[in-house]
């Protein structure tokens, strides 16, 4: 997998247009992504509609990037498996990129995927103790559950209970006559 630091790929910028995706959630893209980024979340990229969406720049490398590379990965091998090679990971993600004070784009301020995940699944721990130990010993596998989610989580790099709730109402952006972005 090709991969490119953001110095680097600020710098083609600089020299000229350079097609850059975020497969972040609409609402994670809106809070900040680099300047000249367009949004493509990655539950739902469809890599050929990207590229016919290129206008014929296919020859052109893209540039797929997320909030620290691993997602972006992710969404580089999509490409890589509908046959399109030209794709480029960027390395360190929109964090590395604002640390190095490249530009970027600020809108409204969002939780987190990741710290959400971390409040329900440490919600839903809590419950399955407390209920075990008041209610029925049978609620501790509640607590049970969610720690081997975790642990699929990390083993596997992906999160149902993220998956899930990048689908919750909150976490979609919608303008003032109800459109949502998919």
């Not at 990965?73 to 999509?78: D, E, L, R």
Request: glycine share 10%; net charge neutral.
């Amino acid at each position: 997998m090709k991969t490119i630091d953001v110095k680097t790929l600020a710098e083609k910028q600089r020299e000229g247009e350079v097609d850059l995706i975020d497969v972040r959630t609409p609402v994670e893209f809106r809070e900040i992504h680099a300047d000249g980024a367009r949004n493509y979340p990655l539950d739902s990229l469809d890599p050929k509609r990207v590229l016919e969406a290129r206008n014929g720049r296919s020859a052109e490398p893209l540039y797929v990037i997320c909030r620290s590379g691993n997602r972006s990965s992710m969404g580089v091998k999509k490409f890589l498996d509908a046959g399109f090679d030209n794709v480029v990971n960027v390395d360190g993600g929109t964090s590395a990129w604002e640390q190095a004070g490249l530009p970027v784009q600020r809108g409204k301020k969002a939780i987190s995927l990741e710290r959400q995940v971390r409040i329900v699944a440490g919600f839903l721990v809590l419950l399955g103790a407390v209920l075990g130990f008041f209610v029925n010993s049978y609620f501790i596998a509640l607590s049970a559950f969610i720690g081997a989610g975790l642990m699929f989580a990390g083993i596997t790099d992906t999160c149902g209970m993220g998956m899930m709730l990048a689908k919750m109402p909150w976490n979609q952006c919608c303008d003032d006559t109800g459109t949502c972005a998919s």
